[in-house]
């Protein structure tokens, strides 16, 4: 098996493909270090990044600190720059072994440091007050002076007024603590009061997550696109490969881990997820690339989407991931893909 996968798959759709640009134009990753030249904007934001943020929601939670540091580097190692925590992953324990790595290996400056804020138990919600104390906690764990993307996280909090919130953001952007700011479960029309109050001089919102996936299409797939689009907002979709099941490992639910992971494994082992997993299977022999990298390469293919967010639990499985944003789809492998899922 090839490192990294650069395939578009029949000749005749690379021959299309060299005559226009296509979304999943395929990017010459051969090996280790060569991705450190694979940059694209983040949007309006004026940050480049790499088109695969690494999630740390596993960390301190399924990933212990030694594997951590393990994932952590294997992913520098191949040209990745970009890092997603979140204060309400395993109770801020993520953000702290992200913080002892950065002072560690001195990659500060070099890595786009993003934090999802609004789930810590010691500070939820987006109100002025704990937004505040939030942004403070998380840079106290994560050891560093500035956030590069602060993403509100709304789902705990879908009643503050939002120009309180964007009022206190603007002082954490004065202060220098956040560089761009981004938006978490935010309905789409909420989206819309954003950006009338950044047009009286309030932060901008230039980056929006959203789980999206292969099996997760629905919630994206409606007005909250239409808006991403309108408005330019960068889409890092979490949820890339829906806990795992679009990696292709989990196929049996007999087999399937306990607890609430093994739960939403057992849930997708459905005629739909099965249908899905074959056309990624097809598709990833036909390139000779893994199951998980067709995945990541189907989101990078879509509208809007700049750099899906991907979890993962062993430093091995981050040269998988990483594939992903060296493969090419044709038209036709997108259409089988898309069809699966219907």
């Known amino acids: 098996m090839r490192l990294f996968g650069v395939g578009a798959g029949a000749p005749d759709d690379r021959a299309l493909a060299q005559g226009a640009e296509h979304p999943s ?25 790499f088109p695969l943020m690494l999630g740390a929601a596993e960390f301190g939670w399924n990933v212990d600190l030694e594997t951590s540091h393990g994932i952590l580097d ?14 309400g992953f395993s109770g801020g324990r993520s953000e702290h072994i992200i913080g002892q790595w950065l002072r560690s290996r001195g990659l500060r400056d070099q890595v786009v440091l993003s934090a999802r804020i609004g789930a810590h138990a010691d500070n939820p919600g987006l109100g002025s007050v704990n937004l505040v104390r939030a942004v ?19 789902t705990l909090d879908a ?5 309180d919130t964007l009022a206190t ?35 901008r919102i230039e980056v929006v997550d959203a789980p999206y996936n292969l099996i997760r299409r629905q919630t994206f797939e409606g007005d909250l696109r239409l808006v ?8 890092t979709p979490s949820h890339a490969l829906e806990h795992g099941f679009l990696s292709g490992r989990h196929r049996n639910k007999s087999l399937a881990s306990r607890g609430v992971r093994g739960e939403q494994l057992r849930g997708n082992l459905n005629r739909r997820g099965i249908r899905i997993l074959r056309a990624l299977d097809q598709i990833a022999e036909e390139l000779s690339v893994p199951v998980a990298a067709v995945s990541i390469a189907w989101l990078l293919a879509q509208r809007s989407i700049v750099a899906p967010i991907v979890n993962t639990f062993a430093a091995e499985h981050v040269d998988e991931l ?20 219907t």
């Open 322 to 341: 990483m594939q992903g944003a060296g493969v090419a789809l044709s038209r036709t492998q997108l259409a089988d893909l898309a069809r699966a899922g």
């Open 74 to 87: 294997r992913y520098i190692e191949f040209g990745g720059n970009a890092v997603h925590t979140a204060d």
């Open 136 to 154: 403070e906690g998380s840079l106290t764990r994560l050891g560093t002076e500035r956030i590069d993307v602060l993403y509100l996280d709304a």
């Open 228 to 235: 991403a689009g309108a408005q330019n907002l960068a889409v």
């Open 25 to 49: 134009a395929p990017i010459p990753i051969v090996g280790p270090g060569v991705g450190e030249t694979i940059r694209v904007p983040l949007g309006e934001t004026g940050i480049d990044t």
């Open 159 to 163: 009643t503050t007024n939002l120009e």
């Open 169 to 203: 953001v603007e002082w954490l952007v004065d202060a220098g603590k956040v560089a761009a700011v981004g938006a978490f479960g935010f309905a789409p029309e909420r989206l819309v009061e954003a950006r009338i109050l950044a047009s009286a001089g309030y932060p």
